[in-house]
C-alpha cells in the first residue's frame, strides 16, 4: 500500500542551514508544509518516517555524510519512495546537465529566487488549500 500524497509537504535537503531555512521560511508563507533535513542519509530517514509522501522534494547537490547524488540513488532503489519528484538545488554551472543525469524533475540556481522557487514547486504541490476545492 502506498501512502497518499500530501500536495502540501515539500523536503528541503540542504546542509547550509541559512538556505534551507530560507527556502522553508518562503515556502512556509506561500502556505506548504515543508521538511528540513541537513544531507541525504538524514532525509531518507525522515522520508520513511512520514505517514505521507511528500509532493515534492528540493535536493542539494554538494552535501557531506551523503550528497545529493547518493541520496537520489537511494531514493529511487526504494519503492516508497521513488515516485516522489525531485528538483535540484545547485549553484554549479551544469545544474541542467546534473538534473537530467540524476533523472530529476528540474533543477534550481543557487541563489534560488522566491518567484522561481514558488513557481517551480507550484508545478508539482498545492498551495493555499487549492487540494480542497479540486
Known sequence: MTAQVCPRLVVVIDDDEDV??????ALTDADFKPLGA?????????LRALDARPCLILLDVMMPEMDGWEFRAAQRRD????????????????????????QAAGF?????SRES??????????????DLRR
Not at 515516485?83 to 549553484?91: F, G, K, N, S
Not at 534550481?108 to 534560488?112: F, G
Open 20 to 25: 534551507r531555512d530560507a527556502l522553508m521560511d
Open 38 to 46: 541537513s544531507n541525504g542519509a538524514n532525509a531518507l530517514d525522515r
Open 79 to 102: 519503492p516508497a519512495l521513488a515516485e516522489i519528484p525531485v528538483v535540484v538545488l545547485t549553484a554549479h554551472a551544469d545544474a541542467r546537465q546534473a538534473a537530467a543525469s540524476m
Open 108 to 112: 534550481l540556481r543557487k541563489p534560488v
Open 117 to 130: 522557487l514558488l513557481a517551480t514547486v507550484g508545478r508539482f504541490c498545492q498551495p493555499r488549500g487549492d
